[in-house]
């Protein structure tokens, strides 16, 4: 079945792109191209690693490129340090970049502010075939225009009043030095789109909008403008990307025409909402891919969860750990549901119980998240560390691992208060001489050496019933000093609970 839905899928990408490409003029690449070209306005979130994550998979679905381009073209809005903080974010969720201002490649510059002087070549295409026009329309006017429009309730919009002054009044304004913006000449033609998610789509632009703005007063384009321009330079053959982009596709498609060249093909990804179907705030602290990382969250168990709802898979609903190149595997884009797409947080924890049993089976992560371990054991209890108390075999940190990978959601809950006995080894100083005591303390010696394997919490109840009968004494009092010898502490877990976790072996040390 699998294997019948990876050809299905194949198959329909393949035509696709067959098709796609034979009425091509202007591409020269056959390789599929796709990118992610996030505005470095704040920390990466969660829909843009589901913008990023979809790209990532029908790249390599593909065999084709995955492309990471920064559009910074408004430079108020630039938060600094979010290029590197974004590109440590792709990294750690498991995006390779195939090309991006970190990785070289034959179409860069990948920042669109060091693409300016591209940008002026083609402004002057658009100027000098009439598609663009010089706009010497003061903030005052466009103020003016707004407040009118919003007094006569009217979604407020351009009037395109500079696209009809001459060539002779646009010279003499610009040799006076007037100060001017560039805007986009939109046409009512527009024809329709096919939305790789959302079929067919028409939208007229142009009876909605005034003319837009595509090179501002300082020399800078707009978003319009350069993503077209960097999307043709840049062989972009799919741009997929956040639904609320959808309404611009039919004036970007105007703008592929005023050049004369083809557009791509375009695929937009329904908003993602909280499960309360509202909208995920960027500015949320929580939801930024960083804050998943300190809380302990796996990065294949978070992209888990943002594929866990919305479609965009040839699989069943089953709830299971899926690698990133099963995942490639079952992509496929037309799968991608056309609804919002709710967050099911309850399951976040849930996937990364899943991913941290397939960190435990695996040899080498597993060493890993000892290593892990240790340091959190170290950094949460210094003391202890300091005076020679932790117990941090590596041994012994490997049989909690796996004693606990059904039991716990994160590497944090093995450091829960009740769980530090698994850590910091007993001090003996409370424990006063009892002969009686220290009789079973031998005869438990002895019957766990003889033991092969690790012995369960039933059987140990019942053995430690015995052994108060046997040697006449409480059995409150006998766990009370078990639990002492074995932990140190006057109160926690139940002593057979603790036995069976701790194991054999480091029962007998202890
Ligand atoms: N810079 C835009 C953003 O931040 C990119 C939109 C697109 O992919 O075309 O979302």
């Not at 560390?385 to 990978?405: P, S």
Request: proline share 4%; with cysteine.
């Amino acid at each position: 079945m699998l294997f019948l839905n990876y050809v299905k899928n194949h198959a329909i990408i393949f035509t696709k792109h067959v098709r796609y490409f034979s009425n091509s003029k202007s591409f020269h690449s056959k390789i599929v191209r796709v990118r992610f070209a996030p505005s470095p306005t704040g920390f990466l979130h969660l829909g843009g690693l589901r913008t990023a994550l979809f790209n990532y998979l029908f790249a390599r679905a593909n065999k084709g490129k995955f492309i990471l381009r920064i559009e910074d073209t408004d430079q108020t809005r630039i938060v600094p340090e979010s290029v590197q903080q974004l590109i440590n974010d792709l990294k750690w969720a498991g995006l390779e970049i195939d090309e991006g201002p970190n990785v070289p490649g034959a179409y860069g510059p990948y920042t669109q502010s060091q693409r300016t002087d591209i940008y002026q070549k083609y402004i002057k295409i658009l100027l000098e075939n009439k598609s663009a026009y010089h706009c010497f329309c003061t903030d005052r006017r466009l103020n003016l225009i707004r407040r009118e429009a919003l007094k006569a309730r009217e979604i407020p919009k351009y009037d395109n009043r500079c696209r009809y002054l001459t060539d002779a009044q646009v010279t003499d304004k610009l040799n006076k030095g007037e100060k001017s913006c560039i805007r986009f000449k939109l046409r009512s033609d527009c024809e329709t789109f096919e939305d790789l998610v959302y079929g067919n789509i028409a939208y007229d632009v142009a009876l909605n909008e005034g003319d837009p703005v595509i090179m501002k007063g300082d020399g800078y384009p707009t978003y319009h403008f350069a993503n077209v321009v960097d999307d043709h330079l840049m062989d972009i053959t799919h741009v997929l990307r956040g639904v609320e982009w959808q309404i611009s596709t039919t004036k970007h498609i105007l703008m592929y025409r005023a050049f004369n060249w083809e557009p791509p093909k375009f695929g937009h990804l329904p908003l993602l909402l909280n499960s309360d179907g509202t909208k995920l705030s960027k500015r949320q602290g929580d939801i930024h891919i960083s804050s998943f990382r300190e809380a302990g969250i796996f990065p294949q168990a978070l992209i888990n969860f943002v594929t866990h709802s919305g479609g965009g898979f040839d699989r069943d609903s089953e709830l299971r750990h899926y690698s990133m190149a099963e995942l490639i595997e079952l992509f496929n884009i037309k799968r991608v549901n056309s609804h919002s797409t709710r967050l099911m947080p309850e399951k976040l924890l849930e996937y990364n119980r899943l991913a941290l049993m397939n960190e435990i089976k695996n040899e080498n992560s597993l060493n890993n998240l000892i290593t892990e371990v240790k340091n959190m054991a170290i950094k949460l209890y210094p003391k202890e560390n300091e005076k020679g108390l932790l117990q941090l075999n590596e041994n012994h940190i490997r049989t909690i691992l796996v004693w606990a990978q059904n039991r716990i959601h994160k590497l944090s809950d093995l450091f829960a208060p009740n769980f530090s006995f698994l850590w910091i080894l007993p001090t003996i100083s409370n424990l006063t001489y009892d002969e009686k005591l220290y009789d079973i303390a031998l005869s438990l010696q002895i019957m766990l050496k003889n033991e092969k394997e690790n012995l369960k919490k039933d059987h140990l109840n019942i053995i430690l019933r015995d052994f108060s009968v046997e040697k006449q004494i409480r059995f409150i009092d006998l766990m009370k000093f078990l639990r002492l010898v074995f932990s140190g502490l006057e109160k926690g877990p139940g002593v057979a609970e603790m036995m069976e976790i701790l194991g054999k072996n480091e029962l007998l040390l202890r």
